[in-house]
C-alpha cells in the first residue's frame, strides 16, 4: 500500500484555528440563538476599497474582448505591479529593492511556507515563542522537526520566549542558528521593532552566515514614523533577509488573494559542497514550476492601491481597524486587565485572569459573553497566560464586545 506523509502525525491537536472552530460549532450547535462576535482569526470585515473594486471591474471588460484578454501571466506577477511596489513600498523609504526581486503570490501565508522548497533540510531553526502557527507547523510537515514534547514544543526547533518582560522582542540567541522567523508588526503580540533592535538581528545573521525570513504583513498599521517598515530599512539586509508581505490586511484582500515576496539577488545560499549560489534563481525555478501566477484580474486590483485614489481609500481603512484596537485597549485597560499590542498592530494581547490558562479563557469568554478570541498558547507554550483579540470587525461589534467583558 502507498505511504502517507508521516509527518503530519506530529502536529498536535490540529491547526489552531481549525481546533477554534470545532469548539465553536460546538457552542452554536448547543446555543444556536447566543449572538456571537468572532474576534479570533484576523479576518477583516469592511468593503474592498473602491479603487480596487474600479480596477478589477476594468480588468474583467478588458478580458472580454481579444486586444485585453490575458491567458496565463508571468509566474513572478506583471512587471506594472512589481514597479508599483517596489516604487511605492520600498524606495519611498530609501530601500534598495528592484522590480525584478519581487514575486507576486496569492499569500504571505502561503510563501513562508514555500519557502522552504528551496532551503536545505538540515538548516537548525529558530522562532519566537510565541508565535504565528504557520512558521512551525510547515517545518513540521516538511520533516525538520523531531516530535512534539510534553511542553507542545517540537524536538529540533530553537525557541525564542517573548513576554512582557522582554517587550515581546525575541533576544539574540547565544547558539547559532541558520533560519530565522521574525514577525513585526508581530502576530499575535501587536509588538513592533525598532530600528536598533532589528540591526541586531541583521548583524547577527551576517555574522553567523544566516537566513532572516521577516514576515512584515501588518506594516501597514505602524504609526511611529520612526519604526521601520521593512527590513531592507537596515543596512546589510539584502545580504541576509527575505521578506514576505501582503495585501491581505492594509487592503481587505484576505479573500481576493494578493501578496509579495522581496528575495534581493545579492542574497546567496550555500551548496551541499559548500559553494554559494543565489536564492532569487532557485525562488524564480520554484515558482515557475509549482505557481502559475496570480489571475490578471485581481493584480489589476493589487495596482490600484498604489493610486491616490487607492492609498487614501487604504489609510482610512487602516485608521479604521486601528481606531477599533484603540476602543478595545482603552475598554480592557479599564476592565483591569493588563493590555499589550493593539498600538501599531491590529491585535491585542492581554493576560487572562491568574485563576485561568488560556483556553479556560477562551470557553469562559465564549459561554459568558459569546465572544470568540484566540487563546494564547495555541501560540506556543510560552502564550500561556495571554489572550489574542482581533480588532478586525465592524464597529458596532467591537463597541459591544467590549461592553460584554466589562459587564463580567
Known amino acids: 500500500m502507498f505511504q502517507i506523509n508521516d509527518n503530519y502525525l506530529k502536529l498536535k491537536a490540529g491547526y489552531l484555528f481549525p481546533e477554534i472552530a470545532r469548539r465553536v460549532n460546538a457552542f452554536v450547535t448547543a446555543n444556536p440563538e447566543a449572538p456571537l462576535i468572532r474576534l479570533g ?45 517596489a516604487k511605492w513600498d520600498y524606495s519611498e523609504r530609501g530601500c534598495d529593492v528592484d522590480a525584478d526581486e519581487i514575486f507576486v503570490s496569492d499569500g504571505s501565508k502561503c510563501d513562508s511556507s514555500n519557502i522552504l522548497d528551496i532551503l536545505g533540510v538540515d538548516n537548525r531553526i529558530a522562532v519566537t515563542d510565541p508565535v504565528y502557527p504557520v512558521y512551525v507547523d510547515s517545518n513540521v510537515m516538511a520533516g ?3 516530535e512534539a514534547v510534553n511542553s507542545g514544543r517540537y524536538k529540533g526547533l530553537t525557541y525564542l520566549p517573548i513576554d512582557a518582560t522582554n517587550g515581546f522582542v525575541a533576544p539574540i540567541p547565544e547558539q547559532i542558528v541558520d533560519l530565522i522567523y521574525l514577525c513585526f508588526p508581530n502576530n499575535p503580540t501587536g509588538a513592533v521593532a525598532t ?20 514576515d512584515a504583513a501588518y506594516e501597514a498599521f505602524i504609526r511611529d514614523k520612526s519604526l521601520p517598515h521593512s527590513i531592507y530599512e537596515i543596512e546589510g539586509a539584502r545580504s541576509c533577509a527575505i521578506e514576505f508581505r501582503s495585501f491581505s490586511k492594509n487592503a481587505g484582500f484576505t ?9 534581493p539577488k545579492t542574497l546567496k545560499g550555500k551548496k551541499y559542497n559548500g559553494e554559494e549560489i543565489d536564492l532569487w534563481s532557485l525562488w524564480n525555478r520554484r515558482q515557475s514550476t509549482k505557481f502559475n501566477g496570480v489571475s490578471y484580474i485581481i493584480q489589476r486590483g493589487a495596482e490600484a492601491v498604489y493610486s491616490d485614489a487607492g492609498q487614501a481609500e487604504v489609510k482610512s481603512l487602516v485608521n479604521f481597524y486601528m481606531e477599533n484596537a484603540s476602543i478595545m485597549r482603552q475598554s480592557l485597560v479599564s476592565a483591569g486587565f493588563d493590555v499589550f499590542g493593539g ?11 491568574k485563576e485561568m490558562d488560556s483556553w479556560t479563557f477562551f470557553d469562559f469568554l465564549l459561554s459568558k459573553a459569546n465572544i470568540v478570541g484566540t487563546p494564547g498558547s495555541g501560540f506556543g507554550s510560552s502564550g500561556e497566560g495571554y489572550f489574542r483579540l482581533s480588532a478586525f470587525n465592524n464597529r458596532s461589534n467591537v463597541e459591544e464586545a467590549m461592553q460584554r467583558i466589562s459587564n463580567l
Open 343 to 353: 498600538e501599531h498592530a491590529p491585535y491585542v494581547w492581554i493576560s487572562v485572569p
Open 144 to 146: 525538520r522537526t523531531g
Open 41 to 85: 482569526i484576523g479576518d477583516v470585515t469592511e468593503p474592498l476599497p473602491k479603487s480596487c473594486r474600479d480596477a478589477m471591474k476594468l480588468a474583467i471588460d478588458e478580458m472580454g474582448t481579444h486586444a485585453g484578454f490575458h491567458g496565463y501571466g508571468p509566474e513572478q506577477g506583471y512587471l506594472w505591479l512589481r514597479e508599483a511596489i
Open 195 to 214: 530600528k536598533e533592535q532589528l540591526s541586531c538581528w541583521v548583524e547577527y545573521a551576517r555574522k553567523n552566515n544566516s537566513l532572516i525570513l521577516f
Open 255 to 263: 479573500g481576493t488573494r494578493c501578496a509579495f515576496t522581496v528575495i
